[in-house]
């Protein structure tokens, strides 16, 4: 073949839009006919089973000798389930369909008119226009509700883009009324609102998951089908009939957490686990795989890590096309097609379609020649087929093989929208449509609304007598109650007293101990106490002998759904790794997106299950909220409680590992997270008493926040705990030690916290001894506690200003007290200059700003200069500063301590 033949192709190859494909020759047709024939036969006589067993067979006799067969991860590009395996749908498929109909345009109607009402508000379309036969079949025969315990119903993990759909639903079923409606996205207007995706935080009696920053909804719906497995194995609550479905979208598969614990599904067996991704091989900017086909990639991806596929790829128009195919080259032909052109084949002609795909083989343009080209436009996908999607939601439901089951639903983005937005590179948040699409939106499903009033995109909603209203409720009061939907009085616990708790203060008193061992003997108390012990869910990601944790293995036992299938090689010995069914650690593995996603449903099992889960998530301090800190925000939005613990915390006091392992800023993300309670304790008994408020606030009072507290590595000896230090401790600052001078020459105030408490506490007897100057020092637990605090009753002051003023915690305890202040922390300086505007004097910060080294802790104390001579010399500075000493005392100390004053600036260095 001549070159230009070949580039001649290539372009025609181009314009049809096909996969490149080798050449497939059949160099022995008789002997091919044999094989199919008697793979026919024992199809027929013997069934799917023994053909599967064949033809592993094979493949292992092939691979004995040599013969390596490709791998087996796609099938051709056709519905997983044949036409004869389809069972008999159950409902009323014209009322369902009328439902639907009235579904979609009350969510078109809420974010078009919402947008002509109030322009720039947003709102999306496209999605649930697509995936709106995908939600009603489930809505209609297959979610669970919650039933009358209130908690026994499957757990949905809604398409975040979707939400106007699940608005549209609860406002025919009465859950919602019109002005909520009115107001999507509107959520400050006096009669309230809906907020833009799902948002429990903002409507906590009706979404129970956020999903809306991609790829969160499936790592956590994963890790959620986990857990309900963990409670189930342990004895907790019977989970056995509750499904979690996660619904998501074929271009949010590129975020890795979407796919990225895909094979924890697998190894844990989670067939109560169902994915369904909405394929209209569409993203914001144009095709998901333009030159692939999504379908099969995904197919690939889940059966190599061991999930059931279920494809649904054609609507019923199709089968008889597929039936009458004898050649097998539809199926060829619909496995050449790439998405790019079967974007393009919607937004065309039934003629277009006629010559482009049917009309490279005679034989497909043959099988179509009685068919019009209205018939061809009109032919579905099989997304849009309920049906077919029927089919696959029974056979992902029945399955009960060990195995996850990922449903593949080919759809069309903005089904229905026409010439607005239907299978067209628009924005994923197509809002306006002009009159004319309306009118065309209106009739084509057949919505009861005038051409005048149609403008004006009214709600609709039948009367309540209707056969639709009526219907409606029938099939949700049939499933167990309505969702989305999440109840808003939950279960509290007895927890232990600080009084309980006193003996594991006791015990860790005067002994040289880091904080994350402290923390740790204490969940180990927690995990043994009667009250909550088996509440207690420790997680933790590969870290467990890095926090001193081991001790905990055989005690608890590490959680497996399969138990423990080998003897560990550390059996001998009394710390020895020990997996269990019913073990109580979840140990994760390098994982602290799935570490976190394991804490969302430990976290919200007071809401989801009607049991309160402690859990406790201790990791390497600095993947935390600077890693995961869009799961953490996942946390807050969904109201999870529980103790976050930032082990091997500190800039300085991780010495060794280096800049990637060091957090200094850790505590400053944290600020950002409104339920995020954060604290920086210095010593046992502060985490001791920080741990039992937590379970106090969230456990018994009910509280929904967050408890995280930094814990340190560096070995120190602890004292014993002050009378009186309780409230302090709790709310953020506390005086933990005074130091008097004869005729000294001023009092200054200090502020430390976590292991640089012991800087402060050094500093102040350098101050004291050489330079004659008393001190205070005061353990700050909490720097972002008392700002809260302090703001708040400055806000209330603001807008109360006839009233007595409010003091905060902060002011009440400085009353009186004068400085100059300096403050001292591991983390940068933002944290502690937080209290600025609350101090009454000069206050200076010093921190760890700029970037982590290896060192001994000495040489990173100096070199960040939160050591205690670099505290003492900004003390005297500041005193120099009021006038106390002069310039020259202050450089002679500096000489005298051995200073570099010339060192590089650490922020910059």
């Known amino acids: 073949m001549n070159d230009s033949k070949m580039i001649a192709q290539d372009e025609v190859k181009k314009q049809l839009g096909e996969l490149e494909r080798s050449a497939e020759v059949d160099i022995d047709a008789s002997e091919t006919k044999e094989w199919l024939s008697s793979l026919e036969y024992v199809l027929k006589s013997k069934g799917h089973d023994r053909v599967r067993f064949l033809l592993e067979k094979l493949r292992d006799r092939a691979a004995e000798q040599g013969v390596q067969a490709a791998a087996d991860t796609t099938t051709p590009y056709l519905n997983t389930i044949p036409v004869h395996d389809e069972p008999a749908y159950p409902g009323n498929r014209d009322l369902e369909r009328r439902i639907k109909s009235i579904i979609r345009w009350n969510a078109m109607a809420m974010v078009v008119g919402g947008n002509k009402r109030g322009?720039?508000?947003?709102?999306?379309?496209?999605?649930?226009?697509?995936?709106?036969?995908?939600?009603?079949?489930?809505?209609?025969?297959?979610?669970?509700?919650?039933?009358?315990?209130?908690?026994?119903?499957?757990?949905?993990?809604?398409?975040?883009?979707?939400?106007?759909?699940?608005?549209?639903?609860?406002?025919?079923?009465?859950?919602?009324?019109?002005?909520?409606?009115?107001?999507f996205r509107r959520e400050l207007e006096p009669e309230g609102g809906l907020s833009s995706y799902p948002h429990p935080w903002l409507m906590p009696d009706f979404w129970e998951y956020p999903t809306v920053s991609m790829g969160l909804g499936p790592i956590m719906a994963i890790y959620q089908a986990r857990f309900n497995e963990y409670l189930r194995d342990r004895g907790i609550k019977d989970t056995s009939g509750q499904k979690v479905w996660a619904f998501l979208g074929d271009g949010e598969c590129d975020e890795p957490e979407t796919l990225g614990a895909i094979g924890l599904a697998s190894r844990e067996k989670l067939d109560n686990l169902i994915f369904v991704i909405n394929c209209n091989l569409q993203r914001l900017d144009g095709p998901v795989r333009g030159n692939g086909k999504i379908i099969q990639e995904l197919e690939s991806i889940f059966r190599g890590a061991g999930w059931n596929v279920i494809k649904v790829i054609w609507g019923s128009e199709w089968d008889e096309l597929l039936a009458r195919d004898t050649t097998g080259l539809l199926a060829k032909r619909m496995g050449e097609v790439v998405d790019g052109q079967y974007q393009k084949y919607t937004?065309?002609?039934?003629?277009?379609?006629?010559?482009?795909?049917?009309?490279?083989?005679?034989?497909l343009l043959k099988l179509v020649e009685n068919y019009s080209d209205e018939k061809l436009e009109k032919m579905r996908r099989g997304g849009h087929d309920p049906e077919k999607v029927y089919a696959a939601y029974q056979k992902a439901v029945s399955l009960q093989n060990g195995k996850p089951t990922v449903v593949l639903a080919k759809t069309i983005k903005g089904y229905g929208l026409g010439e607005a937005g239907e299978g067209r590179n628009v924005a994923h948040n197509q809002k306006k449509l002009n009159e004319a699409e309306l009118l065309e939106f209106r009739s084509r499903f057949g919505i009861p609304i005038s051409d005048d009033e149609v403008v004006n995109t009214p709600f609709y909603k039948p009367p309540e007598n209707s056969h639709e209203i009526r219907y409606l409720h029938e099939r949700r009061k049939a499933l167990g109650g309505y969702l989305p939907s999440r109840p808003t009085e939950h279960p509290t616990l007895e927890v232990p007293s600080l009084a309980d708790m006193q003996k594991t203060i006791k015990r860790l008193e005067n002994k040289s101990i880091s904080t994350t061992f402290a923390v740790v003997q204490t969940l180990i108390a927690l995990c043994r106490d009667k009250k909550i012990g088996k509440f207690m869910v420790p997680i933790v990601p590969d870290e467990s002998r890095t926090f001193g944790m081991e001790g905990m293995f055989t005690q608890f036992g590490i959680y497996a759904h399969a138990g423990q299938l080998y003897e560990p090689i550390d059996s001998a010995i009394l710390q020895k790794y020990k997996e269990a069914q019913d073990g109580q650690i979840l140990?994760?593995?390098?994982?602290?997106?799935?570490?976190?996603?394991?804490?969302?449903?430990?976290?919200?099992?007071?809401?989801?299950?009607?049991?309160?889960?402690?859990?406790?998530?201790?990791?390497?301090?600095?993947?935390?909220?600077?890693?995961?800190?869009d799961l953490i925000w996942a946390a807050a939005d969904m109201r999870a409680k529980g103790f976050l613990v930032g082990g091997t915390a500190g800039r300085t006091t991780l010495n060794g590992e280096g800049l990637q392992h060091q957090d200094g800023h850790s505590l400053l993300n944290a600020i950002a997270f409104p339920t995020v309670r954060s604290y920086d304790p210095a010593f046992a008994y502060e985490a001791v008493v920080i741990i039992q408020e937590g379970l106090q606030k969230m456990y018994a009072e009910g509280e929904q926040c967050i408890y995280y507290l930094m814990s340190e590595n560096e070995e120190y000896t602890h004292p014993e705990m002050p009378e009186g230090c309780e409230e302090g401790i709790v709310k953020g600052i506390y005086k933990y030690r005074s130091r008097d001078v004869d005729k000294a020459k001023a009092r200054v105030q200090l502020f430390g916290s976590g292991a640089i408490l012991n800087s402060v506490l050094a500093a102040q007897e350098l101050l004291a001894e050489k330079y004659g100057v008393a001190s205070d020092v005061w353990s700050v637990t909490s720097y972002t506690q008392l700002r809260r605090d302090a703001a708040a009753c400055d806000r209330w002051n603001m807008l109360h200003p006839t009233e007595t003023p409010r003091k905060s915690y902060l002011e009440e305890v400085l009353d009186g007290v004068e400085g100059p202040f300096v403050s001292a922390s591991d983390y940068v300086r933002a944290l502690g200059e937080q209290l600025t505007p609350w101090i009454p004097g000069d206050y200076y910060v010093l921190g760890t700003d700029g970037m982590g080294r290896s060192e001994t802790r000495e040489a990173l104390r100096r070199h960040f200069e939160v050591d205690k001579e670099s505290i003492t010399i900004a003390t005297l500075s500041r005193l120099?500063?009021?006038?106390?000493?002069?310039?020259?005392?202050?450089?002679?100390?500096?000489?005298?301590?051995?200073?570099d004053a010339d060192k590089p600036d650490p922020y910059y260095a």
């Open 119 to 183: 322009g720039g508000i947003g709102g999306h379309i496209s999605t649930f226009a697509s995936s709106a036969t995908l939600y009603e079949v489930a809505f209609n025969h297959f979610f669970k509700g919650r039933g009358e315990d209130g908690y026994s119903g499957d757990s949905v993990y809604f398409q975040g883009h979707a939400s106007p759909g699940m608005y549209s639903r609860a406002f025919l079923e009465g859950r919602l009324c019109k002005e909520k409606l009115i107001n």
């Open 347 to 363: 937004g065309m002609p039934g003629s277009y379609i006629r010559e482009h795909f049917f009309g490279k083989y005679p034989e």
């Open 587 to 629: 140990e994760e593995g390098i994982t602290e997106a799935g570490s976190m996603a394991s804490f969302n449903a430990a976290g919200t099992a007071y809401s989801c299950h009607g049991v309160n889960m402690i859990p406790f998530f201790i990791y390497y301090s600095m993947f935390g909220f600077q890693r995961i800190g």
């Open 880 to 899: 120099c500063k009021a006038g106390v000493v002069s310039p020259t005392d202050v450089k002679q100390a500096i000489d005298d301590l051995g200073y």
